[in-house]
């Protein structure tokens, strides 16, 4: 709809329609990342089945400490940190296994 106003030239109900969207959106992400957050253990359980207890604990600490992080925006951090665990894993799996 916004973009019909806006090709219409209608200022007024562009603006209007696009606060709506926006409104909506910022509520549906809200509820989604808090449906996300309380039952962060019940999902993780649900993808990756049972795991030792300490891995678990990390991937809850993971989940929250990465929507927080894309919540202020902060996308690099998160991928940087991700490229850091995976060097790890990489490193310690090679060490571990050869």
Known sequence: MA???TGRE????GVTAASQLLMITVLISAALMGVSVLFRSQLLSLLFG????????ASLTYLVLSALFRSMGK??????????MNTV???TTKSCCA
């Open 50 to 57: 049972r795991v030792e207890p300490d891995v678990m604990k």
């Open 89 to 91: 894993n990489v490193i």
């Open 10 to 13: 209608d200022r007024e109900n």
């Open 75 to 84: 996308i690099k951090s998160i991928m940087n940190i991700s490229i850091a």
């Open 3 to 5: 973009s019909q106003y």
